[in-house]
């Protein structure tokens, strides 16, 4: 066999696997977006919007203590306790949020 022949061949087989590398990673690259970054992508999306719509009388969990927003300022939140402390927290640190039940509710559950 002629060793222009062999390099021709090793040159051509190469192209291949490297075409076949290129579409793999290409794949991996929409697993990843489509399985992980995205979904994350909605939550935060998600939490930001209900921390933006926070309002007096709302029960929140931050930080593991379940609460009531007494007062909602710029970035923070004044959260009243069931002892009656208050607390003022970073909204970042909200990590669920329970919209304050209307009077009508409070009510028809009576």
Known sequence: MDTTTFIAAAAAGSQGNMIQTLVMVGF??????LFMIRPEQKRRKKMENMR?????????IA????????????????????????????????????????????????
Request: glycine letters at 6%; proline letters at 2%.
């Open 52 to 60: 933006k719509s926070l309002k007096k009388g709302d029960k929140v």
């Open 28 to 33: 991996l690259g929409v697993f990843f977006y």
């Open 63 to 110: 930080m593991g203590m379940k609460a009531v927003v007494d007062e909602v300022r710029e970035k923070t939140v004044i959260l009243k306790q069931i002892d009656g402390a208050k607390i003022e927290m970073l909204t970042q640190a909200i990590s669920d949020i329970e919209p304050a039940e209307s009077k009508q509710e409070v009510k028809q559950n009576a």
